[in-house]
């Protein structure tokens, strides 16, 4: 098919497997034109060395750029925004350990094209892995609602998001001082801007799952930062009830899980109920870590 040049940003930071799947999942697209921009936000490992073998084996495909001055993920999709070809009307943003099929890029188009869209949001799958355990289950089963996140919240998230240059170059670039949420005020400016979003689920993006506890509730804590600079930086997002309230600390109703988890809801035993419950009062207490060692954070009001 013919159709507009595309700039596809992967930021990236410590991941060399994650980015070398989703970079050989991006070397074979079958749309014709477009570009690979790996933006690595001041990795130490052997990521570089990742992205730099992929930019050997095709230098007009694949560019590298680096974020050193701002550790983020929404600073380096900026730095590669900036490095991105100037004639690409579309740029697309997937995070380094998502994967596509060959024909991703070509669906992604046509789908903007067909809605005559300038900000669509794809469909995120994680699979099931073997042996999964209880974590692993419930990021599957709750991880990436992309529809829900359109329709009511007015966002989808940067592993599975596509928006023309014009749109970027009206509403600006994603809030580089957010560590986490900037998916979501992007999303809002865009619609302030008068553009409506869409949602593709024809356009669908592979992520894993987090296995670990302990991945889980860094994710949480993140979140929760994210929460509370979005309320100090943001406060047009009205991000809920301030810390001081004690609910904020209370286990939550348990029809919230039953809601989270409908699909799957009649189907669990007492047991996988209770412990799903469990594990989301845990990662609502570490979002609530996050937002107060953001709030008490010495630096805090000099960022904003």
């Given at each position: 098919?013919?159709?507009?040049?595309?700039?596809?940003?992967?930021?990236?930071?410590?991941?060399?497997?994650?980015?070398?799947a989703?970079?050989?999942?991006?070397?074979?697209?079958?749309?014709?034109?477009?570009?690979?921009?790996?933006?690595?936000?001041?990795?130490?490992?052997?990521?570089?060395?990742v992205?730099?073998?992929?930019?050997?084996?095709?230098?007009?495909?694949?560019?590298?750029?680096?974020?050193?001055?701002?550790?983020?993920?929404?600073?380096?999709?900026?730095?590669?925004?900036?490095?991105?070809?100037?004639?690409?009307?579309?740029?697309?943003?997937?995070?380094?350990?998502?994967?596509?099929?060959?024909?991703?890029?070509?669906?992604?188009?046509?789908?903007?094209?067909?809605?005559?869209?300038?900000?669509?949001?794809?469909?995120?799958?994680?699979?099931r892995?073997?042996?999964?355990?209880?974590?692993?289950?419930?990021?599957?089963?709750?991880?990436?609602?992309?529809?829900?996140?359109?329709?009511?919240?007015?966002?989808?998230?940067?592993?599975?998001?596509?928006?023309?240059?014009?749109?970027?170059?009206?509403v600006?670039?994603?809030?580089?001082r957010?560590?986490?949420?900037?998916?979501?005020?992007?999303g809002?400016?865009?619609?302030r801007?008068?553009?409506?979003?869409h949602?593709?689920p024809?356009?669908?993006?592979?992520?894993p799952?987090?296995?670990?506890?302990r991945?889980?509730?860094?994710?949480?804590?993140?979140?929760?930062?994210?929460?509370?600079?979005?309320?100090?930086?943001?406060?047009e997002?009205?991000?809920?009830?301030?810390?001081?309230?004690?609910?904020?600390?209370?286990p939550?109703?348990?029809?919230?899980?039953?809601?989270?988890?409908?699909?799957?809801?009649?189907?669990?035993?007492?047991?996988?109920?209770?412990?799903?419950?469990?594990?989301?009062?845990?990662?609502?207490?570490?979002?609530?870590?996050?937002?107060?060692?953001?709030?008490?954070?010495?630096t805090?009001?000099?960022?904003g």
């Open positions: 098919m013919n159709g507009p040049p595309v700039s596809v940003i992967v930021p990236v930071y410590n991941d060399p497997e994650g980015l070398s989703t970079l050989e999942a991006l070397a074979d697209q079958t749309y014709p034109d477009y570009e690979v921009v790996v933006a690595d936000n001041g990795s130490t490992d052997a990521t570089l060395e992205a730099r073998a992929f930019r050997e084996t095709d230098p007009g495909l694949f560019t590298l750029v680096s974020e050193t001055e701002i550790q983020g993920s929404y600073a380096a999709r900026n730095t590669g925004i900036r490095a991105a070809r100037a004639d690409t009307d579309i740029l697309a943003f997937l995070d380094a350990d998502s994967t596509v099929e060959a024909d991703w890029l070509e669906r992604a188009v046509a789908a903007m094209d067909e809605r005559g869209a300038a900000y669509v949001g794809c469909r995120v799958e994680i699979p892995e073997d042996g999964e355990g209880l974590v692993a289950r419930y990021d599957r089963l709750t991880g990436f609602p992309v529809a829900r996140y359109v329709r009511e919240e007015g966002y989808a998230p940067t592993n599975c998001l596509l928006v023309t240059r014009k749109t970027l170059a009206d600006g670039g994603f809030d580089s957010l560590v986490s949420g900037g998916d979501l005020e992007f809002r400016r865009v619609q801007s008068g553009r409506e979003l949602y593709a024809e356009v669908v993006v592979t992520h799952s987090r296995v670990s506890l991945s889980m509730l860094e994710k949480y804590v993140r979140i929760g930062r994210g929460i509370e600079q979005n309320r100090r930086l943001h406060p997002l009205g991000h809920g009830r301030g810390l001081a309230n004690p609910r904020q600390y209370l939550p109703k348990p029809s919230t899980t039953k809601k989270e988890l409908a699909d799957v809801w009649e189907e669990l035993s007492i047991r996988e109920k209770l412990s799903f419950y469990g594990l989301r009062y845990v990662l609502d207490l570490a979002k609530r870590t996050g937002q107060l060692r953001e709030r008490l954070s010495p805090s009001e000099s960022r």
